[in-house]
């Protein structure tokens, strides 16, 4: 099972935000990161908790290991509002967080 | 360009079937896992079902085993699920999606299609 936090956030242009996932047992380093925005498929931003997929901006960083993981936005851009969701793949099922929505403030 | 075509859904009354494909292009479909992952409206993500990619190893969460089967043709590079005694609760946007690493049923999902919707009412 895992849990995200928050659920939503407000934040404005050029902001640091970071959410967090928190998985129920220990999944080692198998933690990646996507990007949802309404009405389109979700795009993996990090895999293996902190490896950046090809092509995703740098201002994306994830870290973490064990139960507890972070996604860190430095310097929040227009178009990083969206919803972001953590999965789990050390096991089968692979399980995703609830997502996180960030809003513009 | 590697794409993942989805079709097949639909509005079907409780109790029906229906079928799902997804047409995979762009990369060597026989060399991966691919899984079906769904989103009910206003909801988060649930993975639904993943076959390696031979096609022996299959898997279901547990609200779908039994009623829902996946399968691969390896020849026309394309993944189905066949649906059947649909219930109100399996109503969301079905997507396909395929594993990042290779044949890891559980992994990464690097490459998503658009989503197909599938409404189960009277």
């Known amino acids: 099972h895992m849990t995200q936090s928050p659920s939503s956030l407000s934040a404005s242009v050029g902001d640091r935000v970071t959410i967090t996932c928190r998985a129920s047992?220990?999944?080692?380093?198998?933690l990646n990161w996507y990007q949802q925005k309404p009405g389109t498929a979700p795009k993996v931003l990090i895999y293996?908790?902190?490896t950046l997929q090809s092509g995703v901006p740098s201002r994306f960083s994830g870290s973490g290991s064990g139960t507890d993981f972070t996604l860190t936005i430095n310097s929040l851009q227009p178009e990083d509002f969206a919803t972001y969701l953590c999965?789990?793949?050390?096991?089968?099922?692979?399980?995703f967080g609830q997502g996180t929505q960030v809003e513009i403030k | 360009e590697v794409q993942l075509l989805e079709s097949g859904g639909g509005l079907v009354q409780p109790g029906g079937s229906l079928r799902l494909s997804c047409a995979a292009s762009g990369f060597t479909f026989s060399s991966y896992a691919m899984s079906w992952v769904r989103q009910a409206p206003g909801k988060g993500l649930e993975w639904v079902s993943s076959?390696?990619?031979?096609?022996?190893?299959?898997d279901y969460t547990d609200s779908v085993r039994g009623r829902f089967m996946i399968s691969r043709d390896t020849s026309k590079n394309t993944l189905y699920l066949q649906m059947n005694s649909l219930r109100a609760d399996d109503t969301a946007l079905y997507y396909c999606a395929k594993a990042f690493s290779g044949d890891y049923v559980s992994d990464a999902f690097d490459i998503w299609g658009q989503g197909t919707m599938v409404t189960v009412s009277p």
């Open positions: 076959v390696s990619a031979s096609g022996d190893y299959k």
């Open positions: 047992q220990s999944i080692s380093t198998s």
């Open positions: 999965q789990q793949s050390y096991s089968v099922p692979p399980t």
């Open positions: 293996g908790a902190s």
